[in-house]
């Protein structure tokens, strides 16, 4: 007799006569099939209770969980994966990862290092960090923990990676990066601007809009002088780049008040921005003229002004083409247009130029990082506002000696703290950067990303004036560690979930198991069924033979499996199991030597 499940069952039928009316067989026969329907739903249910809670511990986790087998295909991605890359599981599973998720740039040589790792030419890299792109094709920037795959045979068959999205963070940085560059670089110039004297003006002013124009990227910076006696205008200084004309020489003795709208703004202390100077209409078509006339397609210009008002204005400009000016270059401008007056005008130099040299350090303040300013000469270190409260202390608890800051670094941390700094100070990196542990005012220590680089230095090279920040990550570490818990909370369900789980692969071998299979089958310990055959589990070779042939064809379909068998214990002895598995691969048809797991619960007490 065989239940719907094709299982052969008589027990109900043990104490039914064998002449026994038809009508009474067949109610044994109903009675049979019933019992074993619901006592193998309950079986199932919990086993599908165990699978969906593994499923929760793999989606809850903080990070990307993604594998791939020897082709580069992706077997598994959790939840966060999906997430941060777009797409649901299903798309992803199956897929070329390199193709789907790979830049172009980035696409053929990582793949050919793959290719190499699975072949075993290449040393496994353990950690890395690379750009992937999302369904909507939008870079994301991934730090990628590792783990190389092995087979019993110590072949490697893939690789399981957990990711950590650090694109916010990344950009965080670069524009960190971006803004002690332009702190650096606006201290270079008002240190240049104000040294100077007498006819060395000159030269300073055009070194100063080569260096303002190359990092904004424009055409031409300038300066013009206003003369208020004859009302004209006149080009003094001009920086091109590489491929474009100076205009200097036919840019003298200009009438103003051909430009009213122009003028109007300059005295009124208004930055002019056009981003597109065909787009200009009355009032402007005086400027709109003149500037068509020199093939200038976009134009910034802020106002120098003195005690007496207006007397110069510098600009930026882009010949032939428009351009979307940004606030942060509008900005700059405006600085080095107040650099320039302070140094025509000469008055509060000192005060001013403080004022210049902190501006950006505000700007830093507000976006989260800590600023400090050392001069390794005399050892004071000035530290600002949030710098202190990143650390919990008020403005007058914290000194200005460089010990306020190497006594509160961690022990453990400051040797290697210090020697990334002194690599830096002795030129041989661009930029000082190094993570370790500071007490703050409580007693407990906060992660921080230590950044700076030396903005000065006298004739021997020696530092005069390092600038930095610093940057909380604490967050970060913990969610490094949440990770790190995670996969033992995994590695722990495995060890110790209440039904058998085995992994087979390379026809038949059983590559892993967990404790309560060895139990199920009577081996002393997972490891002594690590290696063997799934034939010798079986209760003889035609056993085997024929479980092949009546159920693979399910797997080799993509379908879940679920029998009650008899396996062989390790004393030789049948024993009742219920058996669930399900092919790795997802391709179709997938290909079983690549993985098979298995989920088995032992019956026999309902048998």
């Keep these: 007799l065989v239940d719907p499940a094709g299982q052969c069952d008589g027990s109900a039928l043990d104490a039914v006569p064998v002449d026994a009316p038809p009508r009474e067989l067949q109610l044994a026969l109903h009675l049979a099939i ?14 599908q209770h165990e699978k969906n809670k593994a499923q929760r511990y793999l989606d809850i986790a903080g990070t990307m969980l993604v594998a791939l087998d020897r082709l580069g295909r992706v077997t598994l991605a959790n939840r966060k994966a999906c997430k941060v890359l777009g797409y649901q599981e299903s798309e992803l599973l199956g897929q070329d990862w390199f193709s789907l998720a790979l830049p172009e740039a980035e696409l053929k040589g990582v793949r050919q290092v ?4 699975m072949l075993g030419n290449v040393a496994p890299v353990e950690h890395y960090t690379n750009q992937v792109l999302t369904r909507e ?14 087979d019993t045979a110590g072949n490697i068959k893939g690789v399981l990676s957990s990711g950590e999205d650090i694109t916010a963070q990344e950009e965080a940085a670069l524009k960190l990066e971006r803004k002690v560059e332009l702190g650096a670089l606006l201290t270079s110039v008002s240190r240049q601007l104000f040294a100077s004297q007498g006819t060395a003006t000159q030269p300073r002013f055009e070194q100063a809009l080569m260096q303002i124009g190359s990092y904004c990227q424009v055409d031409h910076a300038y300066i013009f002088n206003h003369l208020p006696e004859t009302n004209t205008l006149n080009n003094t200084h001009q920086w091109c780049a590489e491929g474009t004309l100076a205009q200097k020489d036919s840019l003298q003795n200009i009438d103003a008040s051909l430009a009213p709208q122009w003028m109007s703004s300059m005295h009124a202390g208004q930055d002019v921005v056009i981003n597109n100077v065909a787009e200009l209409a009355d009032p402007w078509a005086g400027e709109r003229d ?43 401008l405006h600085l080095l247009g107040d650099l320039i007056g302070q140094a025509i005008t000469n008055r509060r130099m000192v005060k001013e130029l403080q004022a210049m040299e902190y501006r950006w350090k505000f700007a830093l303040e507000g976006s989260e990082q800590g600023v400090w300013d050392w001069a390794p000469d005399t050892n004071q270190v000035y530290f600002s506002p949030h710098w202190k409260q990143m650390l919990g202390y008020a403005g007058h608890e914290i000194g200005t ?29 661009d930029v ?22 030396v903005v000065s230095r006298n004739e021997q090279g020696e530092p005069l004036r390092v600038i930095g920040t610093h940057t909380d990550v604490t967050e970060q570490h913990l969610n490094r560690q949440r990770l790190v818990d995670s996969e033992a909370q995994l590695k722990a369900m495995f060890s110790n979930s209440q039904v058998g789980i085995m992994l087979q692969t390379d026809y038949g071998v059983l590559e892993r198991c967990n404790s309560r299979m ?24 035609k056993h085997f033979t024929d479980f092949g042939e009546r159920f693979y064809s399910n797997l080799k379909n ?49 048998k």
């Design 114 to 117: 793959y290719e190499q790792l």
């Design 137 to 150: 094709r939008e870079h994301k920037l991934i730090r990628w923990h590792n783990s190389t795959l092995y």
């Design 290 to 332: 003149i500037l068509q006339a020199q093939s200038i397609g976009a134009l910034l210009a802020a106002p120098i002004t003195g005690p007496e008002g207006l007397f110069a204005f510098v600009g930026f400009d882009m010949v032939g083409r428009m351009r979307e000016w940004q606030t942060a270059e509008i900005e700059i």
């Design 34 to 47: 019933a019992r074993n329907g619901g006592e193998r739903k309950q079986t199932e249910a919990a086993l």
């Design 518 to 541: 060895a139990e199920i089958l009577g081996f002393a310990s997972p490891e002594d069924m690590v290696g063997i055959s799934m034939r010798d589990l079986h209760l003889s070779d």
């Design 401 to 429: 000696q460089v010990e306020e800051w190497s006594q509160r670094v961690h022990p453990d941390d400051l040797p290697d703290a210090m020697a990334d700094l002194t690599r830096h100070l002795e030129g041989k990196t």
């Design 432 to 453: 000082y950067v190094n993570e370790h542990r500071v007490r703050h005012k409580d007693g407990s220590y906060r992660w921080i990303l230590d950044r700076g680089m």
């Design 558 to 606: 993509r379908h879940m499996l679920h029998i009650e068998y008899q396996l062989q214990h390790r004393d030789g002895q049948p024993k009742w199991c219920l058996l669930s598995g399900k092919a790795l691969d997802t391709t179709q048809p997938p290909d079983l030597n690549k993985g098979v797991i298995w989920v088995v619960d032992d019956i026999s007490r309902i």
